[in-house]
């Protein structure tokens, strides 16, 4: 039995090396766009993230997955039109800014359900943040920033899909059939668009790198981390996203930070921070239970 004191101390470096890796994850995706194209490496990312996950959930899926589909169509959607509004985002405006964007859509989902006075207040450190953003961020590409923006919302309507799956459906069944269906949504676009290039051997190796590297290791590490450490810790270690894809951008991609850019995403983290120690406590602990959960793909 393994060292209950040790995995707990483990569990936060593990959450952000789980972090580490999706960004990474992120970056190699960009450097293959010329090749794949956002859509094709969404639609390969998803597919070969549920190859991965298909098997884990093989017993739950016929455990009252068509009486959920109306569910399981909409989680589907969202992830799938999400990942790819993000990496359309990422293809033409800097990592950490996307991302920074992107995590105000879950961000205003924990604020709005905060319902209090401290809620406002990080709302407003939000704001101050992406004020920053753009009064510095002057030459950010406009359908770059509206790209981010649709992320954001997606990634709030995904949350709201993924606790209702994960309330109707056991362990990762919820999640293997909405990754299926986001890859059967954006593989006809992929191949539509790069065609066969998509299949080249090099590219699929590149596809399924980046599945490793944004889903399987962080969401095999974020389920073996929660259970050592509370989901309010989890969520505070996911809203540091924005700061770790800056750097991912910064060492991967080159892409450099002004000063104004740094201090506009170091506002929206400690506005991620701090909506997450003050939201209400979650009805149960796990994936769902974080205030600010990872993007699962």
């Not at 890796?21 to 390969?44: D, H, K, R, W, Y």
């Not at 270690?237 to 995403?265: D, E, K, N, R, S």
Request: overall charge positive; aromatic content about 6%.
């Amino acid at each position: 039995m393994p060292n209950r004191p040790a995995a707990a101390t483990a569990a936060p470096f593990l959450v952000l090396l789980g972090l580490v890796c999706q960004e990474a994850g992120a970056s190699v995706a960009v450097l293959v766009f010329p090749t794949a194209g956002p859509v094709g490496m969404v639609a390969l990312r998803l597919l070969f993230s549920a190859v991965v996950l298909i098997p884990l959930a093989w017993r739950g899926l016929n455990r009252g997955v068509l009486a959920h589909w109306r569910i399981l169509l909409g989680y589907g959607f969202a992830l799938g039109t999400m990942n790819v509004v993000f990496y359309l985002a990422i293809d033409r405006i800097p990592l950490g800014i996307a991302v920074t964007i992107e995590v105000l859509g879950p961000l205003a989902l924990s604020v709005i359900a905060s319902r209090s006075a401290q809620g406002l207040l990080w709302a407003g450190t939000a704001a101050a943040g992406v004020v920053l953003l753009g009064g510095t961020a002057h030459d950010l590409d406009p359908l770059g920033v509206a790209f981010a923006v649709a992320a954001a919302a997606l990634w709030a309507v995904y949350i709201l899909m993924a606790r209702a799956a994960g309330a109707a459906l056991p362990g990762v069944t919820g999640l293997a059939v909405a990754m299926s269906l986001g890859a059967l949504l954006t593989l006809p676009a992929a191949l539509a668009v790069t065609g066969t290039m998509l299949l080249r051997p090099h590219v699929l190796a590149l596809g399924f790198a980046v599945a490793v590297l944004s889903s399987a290791i962080p969401y095999g590490i974020e389920i073996s981390a929660l259970r050592h450490m509370k989901a309010e810790t989890f969520g505070v270690l996911m809203a540091l996203a924005p700061a770790v894809a800056a750097l991912a951008g910064l060492a991967f991609l080159g892409q450099a930070l002004t000063w104004g850019v740094v201090g506009g995403i170091a506002l929206v983290t400690a506005a991620g921070v701090g909506a997450v120690r003050t939201a209400r406590p979650p009805a149960s602990s796990g994936p769902e239970g974080a205030e600010i959960p990872p993007a699962p793909a």
